[in-house]
Every structure is written in C-alpha cells, then in structure tokens.
C-alpha cells in the first residue's frame, strides 16, 4: 500500500501533481481539476495534511518536558557576557587629564528605564543620531514605543519627551537638538487583571 | 528590581521586543525566549530526534539570535527568524553526528482527555504523520519543516536552501504527496 510510484487517480492525475497544483496556489485554476469530485477530494486531502501537521507540533509542544535545569540560566549567562556597549559618550571632567565617559549602550538603557516609567507606555528602540563621540555635537533622540490600548497617546509621548530630556541633561553632555518619538504598536494587557490588584 | 517590566513585557509585539534585544535589553531577549523556545524546541526534537540534542541546539540557537539580532531587517519576523536558525543548526548536527540513534517516537503518553476512543484515533493518526515525516528525504522533511513550523515563504525557503524557489515548491508538493500516500489508511 506504501510504494513509492505516484499514485494516480481514476481520473488519471497523479498525487504528486495535485499536490503540485496545492502548492501553486490552485493558480491558474484548471477546470479538469476543478470539477472532478475525485481530484477536489484528494486535494481536500492533501491540504489537511498541513492541518494533522500543525495538531502534531501543537501536541509536541503541549507535551513538551521542562528544558533541563540550568538550560536557562546558561542562555541567559552567555547573553550577559556579550554587553551591546555601543560608542563611548566623553563626558566633561574638571580635571582635564581625566578620560571620563559613558556608553552608547548604558545611555539607552537609561531611555529604556524612564520611558518604562510612563504609564501604559513601553520603549521599543532608541537610537542616538549623530557624532555621540564629539562633545556639542547636535544629536538627535529617536525612540519608538507601544503605549497600551485606551491611553492617550499625545499625553504619554509629552511625559515621555520631558523625561528623556531631563535624564540625558542630567547624566550626559549630550547637546539634544531633538527627541523623535513614534508610537509603533499598541498593546493589550493579557496578564490576567483579576490577578494584577 | 532586575526585570521590573517582565509581565509588562509579556504584553508588548515581538518588534518591540527586539528593537529593546538589539539596544542591549537582556530582559527583552527573555521574554523572546519563553514565547518561541518551546516551539522551538518541538521543532527541533522534530529535526534531530531526541530532547536532549534538541535543547543544545536551541541553546545554540539563542545564543546566535542574540549576537545577530542587529541583522533581522524585520524586527515582527523575529520567530520565522529564529526558526530558520534552529533548523540551520539542528540539521547541522544531524551532519555532524553519524546516524548512531535511532529517531525514537516523541510521542509518549497519551493527553488527558474524557473521549478516548477519539484520542486513540488521533493519537494512531499523528503517530502515522510522524512516521510518515520520518520517511521523507531529508531536503524534503527540510523544506516541509521550515514551510509548516517555520512559516517560512517559498522565497525565503529557497534562499535559506540555496535552491530555487521552484525546486522548493517541487519539494514540499513531493513532501506533501508522500505524507499523504502513507496516510491513506487514516484518512
């Protein structure tokens, strides 16, 4: 029952070129297939094979046993050991044979760090435009975000501006021209709210 | 106060997720994990045959999304991404490891579930889909795999293959007839 010669139909198509047909999107639709009760019943076939598949993998994951102990951890150890530390920001020293300076990556970390302070507003990127590497350089901020569903937008993207403001004047030297926010997504909460209060 | 926004984090879009990964935020890159690792472990167990080379390989497979995270061009992508750097990996071991195991049947107890005579016929029929799935040759099983778990388009089958695009839709239409011949008794 189980050899491997295509198998033909009584109408004399084959499986294999069905499934050839299935894969080209039924395009252009070819009448002889189309209105033949056996070849739409083997190609009904064909495409729950993808159907069956996806039920596989979904019981495959439902079954999956917990990864092993430190299988985690050690992701997560080597992560931490390759720092995205960026450019380096100089910053102003009194004492001029001091090299003091802060990196690109500690920098929107701290972007991340306030804006998540915004309520229902979440930082997606940020980047820093311009010769971070020159003190007085113009520079320009851009973030993107997600701000969650039924929050006012222009109200979150305000705070947000006046915060990342007052956090770079305050940590960084950098000469701020502008600070370009664009809310990217929307959110929804989908942690259970019974739970949350 | 390490990750004060996991659950918060939970919520947001993937692009999000990975625009914070590619700044340097770990806890992003966490959350990446716990949302596609376990179907990327399923997946892979799919490839190599067993957990626990399954687990390497997405341990790999991680630990290589971070380091070229900078390089997806489209941050929503992020799981057919992922997907294609399992595969890569898992089918690269089954290369470097001789054929020393025999692919061992996955599925191993049965769900609970309160009508067992239909489960046993679902189980009877996955377990014919998996064997079938084992039969395929391995360019075949490859491009199935990447197509069906990965969502992968035809386009970026063929560019990860090295194949064009109408070899791979030849593969996965030869895949897909032999998967359902051997299923004839189940269907």
Known sequence: MNDNEPRTLDCGKTVEELSAYLAAGRTPSDPRIETCPECLNALQGLARVSQLFQDLITQDVADLPAPPANWFQDIMTNIHREVRAGRSLPLP?????????????????????VGDTVPGLLIGTSHLEGNVEEPGAPVDVSVTASVLWNHPIPDAAHTLRALISDALATHTALNITAINITIEDLHRETTDSDKET | MQYPDRDRLEDVADAILVGRAVDG???????????????????????????????????????????????????????????????RLAFSSLRRKPAEVELPDL??????????????????????????????????????????????????????????TATVRGKLARARASIYAQMEGWR
């Open chain 2, 25 to 87: 935020d770990t806890g992003a890159f966490e959350t990446l994990i716990r949302r596609h690792g376990p179907l990327m472990r399923a997946y892979t167990a799919r490839i190599v045959g067993s957990m626990a080379d399954a687990d390497d390989v997405v341990q790999d497979a991680f630990h290589t999304a971070w380091r070229r995270l900078p390089e997806l061009r489209d941050p929503a992508a992020v799981r057919p991404w992922l997907m294609r750097i399992a595969s």
């Open chain 1, 93 to 113: 020293h009194p004492d001029t044979r001091v090299d003091l300076s802060v990196t690109e990556g500690a920098v929107l970390a701290l972007i991340r760090t």
């Open chain 2, 107 to 164: 599925e191993s107890a049965l769900p609970a579930d309160t009508q067992p005579e239909n489960i046993a016929v679902r189980n009877a029929q996955l377990r014919a889909l998996s064997a079938a799935l084992d039969t395929l040759p391995e360019d075949q099983r490859r491009c199935w795999l990447l197509r069906e778990v990965g969502e992968l388009s035809y386009d970026d089958i063929a560019q990860e293959m090295e194949l064009p």
